[in-house]
C-alpha cells in the first residue's frame, strides 16, 4: 500500500519510518503528479506557513485539495492546521476537509511544550487497542471548535487532540515521535476500508 | 540519556525544523520578511556575522526589546544567540521564552574553557561543531540540535563544507569500527565513551545535524543539503544581498528540492547581487569564529 508523505518540510521522514514499520510503502510527496501514486496522504508536522507558501509557489494546493476530496489524510500539529476549516493566532488558508477550528500555538511557546498520557476514547480503543497513549505536544495548536460530523477521538481533558472527519484524521499532537503505533495503524485502516468503498466517499 | 520527556521535546522541536531555513535577522521588519519568504525559523541577534566581522567590538545577545517585538511580530519560532559559556545571558533568552538558544561563537565567548551545562535549562540549545568530536562534546553538555559552524559572515561555503563531510567522514568510519578502536575514536575525540558507542551503532548523531556558515546561495543550500544537512542556518546571505525577500524564498525552495536540478535553476534565477563575501583562506587565523569554543 503506498501512503504519500508531504515532504516539503517537516518530521516527514519520521513518518516515513513509521509507515514501513506497519507494512506500508511511505512515498516522499514533492510534486503534485505524484498524489495520483498514493492512496492515502500524511502531512507532517512540521511549520504550517512553509508548508503553506511551498504549497501554493510549487502549485501544490488544488492537488491537494482534489485529492482530499476521494482519498484519506492523516494530518498531525502543522498538518492538522493544514486540514482544518478554520486557523487563528493568526488566522491563515487551510485546505477545509475537517471541521474544525484550530488555534495555532495555542499552549504557549516551546518551553511550555509538553508529554502528557491520555485515556482514549471507548471508540478508539475498540478500532485499536485499550491503553493509555503518550502524546507529544510541540508547539501545538488547539482544536477550539468541532462541527456536527467530526467525532473525538481523543481528548486530553476538555480539548480533543484526535479527531476524525470521513476518511480523514486531523491530530494535534506527533504520534510518529513515540513507540505507539495506533494512530498510524487507524489511518491505514482509513485507507484499507477508503479502497475497499472504491475510493468514494 | 536522550529518553528523558524533557530531551525528547527538545529535539522534537528540532525534528519539525527539518528541510527547512532558518534565518538571521536583527529588527521585526527583518522577521517578517523572513516568514512571508517561508523561513522555519528565525534567529535574532543584534548584528548580522558580516557586520560583527567589520564592525568589531563585543558582540553580545541581542537587545531584549528587539527579541520582544520579533517574538511579537512573528509565529514561527524565535531562536537567539548567546555568548559560549555565558549561562546567565541564556538564563534571560530562557525567561524571555525564545524557542531555541544558540551558544553561538559568532557572538565574543564569555569563557574560554567551559560551554554552558545546556542539561540545566529547559528550553533546547544548539551548538557549532567543525566535527563529530565536538558535536558529541555538545550533545554530551545537552545540546539538542547540532549544526556545522562554517566561516559565519563569510558568505563562503568551504568551510560549511569541510565541516559537514568531516562529521559524516567520521560518522561512517564509526560504524565499521570495532569495539577496542570505538575507544580509541572516543579517546581521540574527546567524546563520552557511551555516546561513541551509541553513534557507532546507528551511524548518526543522537539530534538533528543542520548546516551553517558562509551559505550565501540557493545553490549552496543544495550543496549542504546534499552532503547530509538536515536544514540550514542562513545568516549575513540574506540580508547582506542586494534582494533579500526573492533570495530568502530562492533558499527555501532550493532546500526543499535540494536534488532537483531543473527546480534548483528556478531558485537561482533573477536575484540580484549575492552578499560580496570574504575567502577564507585568505583570513588571518586571527579572525575566524569557528576556532572559539573548545
Same mark, same amino acid.
Given at each position: 500500500m503506498r501512503i504519500g508523505v508531504l515532504a516539503l518540510q517537516g518530521d516527514f521522514a519520521a513518518h516515513a519510518a513509521r509507515l514501513s514499520r506497519l507494512g506500508a510503502e511511505p512515498v516522499e510527496v514533492r510534486y503534485a503528479r505524484q498524489l495520483k501514486e498514493v492512496e492515502g496522504l500524511v502531512l507532517p508536522g512540521g511549520e504550517s506557513t512553509t508548508n503553506l507558501i511551498l504549497l501554493e509557489s510549487e502549485g501544490l494546493w488544488d492537488a491537494l485539495q482534489r485529492f482530499a476530496r476521494t482519498r484519506p489524510v492523516l494530518g498531525t500539529c502543522a498538518g492538522a492546521i493544514l486540514l482544518a476549516r478554520k486557523v487563528s493566532n493568526p488566522s491563515q488558508p487551510s485546505l477545509g476537509a475537517v471541521d474544525i477550528t484550530i488555534e495555532r500555538n495555542a499552549y504557549g511557546r516551546?518551553?511550555?511544550?509538553?508529554?502528557?498520557?491520555?485515556?482514549?476514547e471507548p471508540e478508539f480503543a475498540a478500532r485499536t487497542a485499550t491503553g493509555p497513549l503518550e502524546a507529544v505536544f510541540i508547539r501545538a495548536p488547539i482544536i477550539r471548535a468541532t462541527g456536527p460530523d467530526v467525532d473525538v477521538l481523543l481528548r486530553d481533558g476538555a480539548d480533543p487532540i484526535l479527531v476524525e472527519q470521513g476518511p480523514h484524521l486531523a491530530a494535534t499532537f506527533h504520534a510518529e515521535l513515540t513507540g505507539d503505533t495506533r494512530l498510524h495503524e487507524l489511518f491505514l485502516e482509513k485507507v484499507r476500508s477508503n479502497r475497499a468503498a472504491g475510493g468514494d466517499c | 540519556m536522550f529518553l528523558t520527556d524533557e530531551f525528547r521535546l527538545k529535539v522534537g522541536l528540532a525534528e519539525q525544523l527539518k528541510g527547512g531555513v532558518i534565518m538571521d535577522v536583527t529588527d521585526a521588519r527583518q522577521a517578517q520578511i523572513a516568514q512571508q519568504a517561508g523561513a *522555519?525559523?528565525?534567529?535574532?541577534?543584534?548584528? *548580522?556575522? %558580516?557586520?560583527?566581522?567589520?564592525?568589531?567590538? *563585543?558582540?553580545?545577545?541581542?537587545?531584549?526589546?528587539? /527579541?520582544?517585538?520579533? /517574538?511579537?511580530? *512573528?509565529?514561527?519560532?524565535? /531562536? %537567539?544567540?548567546?555568548?559560549?559559556?555565558?549561562?546567565?545571558e541564556a538564563m534571560v533568552l530562557q525567561a524571555l521564552k525564545v524557542d531555541y538558544i544558540d551558544e553561538s561563537e559568532v557572538l565574543t565567548p564569555a569563557d574560554e574553557a567551559h560551554h554552558i551545562d545546556k542539561h540545566a535549562f529547559k528550553a533546547p540549545f544548539v551548538c557549532g561543531a567543525r566535527n563529530l568530536g565536538e558535536a558529541l562534546r555538545r550533545i554530551a553538555e545537552g545540546a539538542a540540535m547540532i549544526r556545522t559552524k562554517g566561516e559565519a559572515g563569510s558568505g563562503d561555503i568551504v568551510e560549511a563544507v569541510r565541516h559537514m563531510r568531516a562529521i559524516q567522514r567520521?560518522?561512517?568510519?564509526?560504524?565499521?569500527?570495532?569495539?577496542?578502536?570505538?575507544?580509541?575514536?572516543?579517546?581521540? /575525540?574527546?567524546?563520552?565513551?557511551?555516546?561513541?558507542q551509541w553513534v557507532a551503532k546507528e551511524g548518526r548523531l543522537p539530534v538533528p545535524n543542520f548546516s551553517a556558515g558562509g551559505i550565501a546561495t540557493p545553490a549552496d543550500a543544495s550543496l549542504v543539503m546534499s552532503l547530509g544537512a538536515e536544514a540550514v542556518f542562513v545568516?549575513?546571505?540574506?540580508?547582506?544581498?542586494?534582494?533579500?525577500?526573492?533570495?530568502?524564498?530562492?533558499?527555501v525552495k532550493a532546500t526543499t528540492f535540494f536534488s532537483d536540478p531543473e527546480k534548483l535553476l528556478e531558485a537561482c534565477e533573477d536575484l540580484g547581487k549575492p552578499m560580496p563575501g570574504l575567502d577564507v583562506a585568505k583570513l588571518d587565523e586571527s579572525e575566524l569564529l569557528q576556532t572559539r569554543g573548545w
Open positions: 516551546q518551553v511550555d511544550s509538553s508529554i502528557r498520557w491520555v485515556d482514549p | *522555519v525559523a528565525v534567529m535574532a541577534l543584534e548584528r *548580522v556575522p %558580516a557586520d560583527i566581522r567589520k564592525e568589531g567590538g *563585543v558582540a553580545r545577545m541581542a537587545s531584549i526589546q528587539k /527579541m520582544r517585538q520579533i /517574538m511579537e511580530t *512573528v509565529s514561527i519560532p524565535v /531562536m %537567539a544567540k548567546a555568548r559560549i559559556g555565558h549561562f546567565a567520521q560518522l561512517r568510519q564509526l560504524t565499521v569500527a570495532s569495539r577496542d578502536e570505538i575507544a580509541g575514536h572516543a579517546k581521540d /575525540m574527546q567524546a563520552p565513551l557511551e555516546l561513541v545568516g549575513s546571505g540574506i540580508f547582506k544581498s542586494e534582494d533579500p525577500e526573492r533570495r530568502a524564498a530562492a533558499i
